[in-house]
Nanobody, 125 residues
């Protein structure tokens, strides 16, 4: 398993941007699929985006498509989530997670074996 630490959250006005980072420990980072999930107050945790180890294949939830971009730098053991045109409904705790590279359904949370503690994103209207 890898240890994951998210950063980059904060308070931003609607229409603004933030870039989240997730730093991973260990030498096997490049073998994992990496995902971002979020949980708003009183709601279940939802899939946001995922990226396979090559960085070529990415997946983004419909709710954030065209606004959020996931990327990774395997040399730095880091995955990013660039969030543009933020809306108040994007307010949530954002978590990164590591899962098996062969994961078919990337939004299947139970298959991710390592999770960070999360970073708060608050979008004001």
């Amino acid at each position: 398993q890898v240890q994951l630490v998210e950063s980059g959250g904060g308070l931003v006005q609607a229409g603004g941007s933030l870039r989240l980072s997730c730093a991973a420990s260990g030498r096997t980072f490049s073998t994992y699929i990496m995902g971002w999930f979020r949980q708003a107050p009183g709601k279940e945790r939802d899939f946001v985006a995922a990226i396979r180890r090559s960085g070529v294949s990415t997946y983004v939830a419909n709710s954030v498509k065209g606004r959020f971009t996931i990327s990774r730098d395997n040399a730095k053991n880091t995955v990013y989530l660039q969030m543009n045109s933020l809306k108040p409904e994007d307010t949530a705790v954002y978590y990164c997670a590591a899962g098996p590279q062969d994961l078919l359904y990337v939004q299947e949370q139970t298959r991710y074996s390592s999770w960070g503690r999360g970073t708060q994103v608050t979008v004001s209207s």
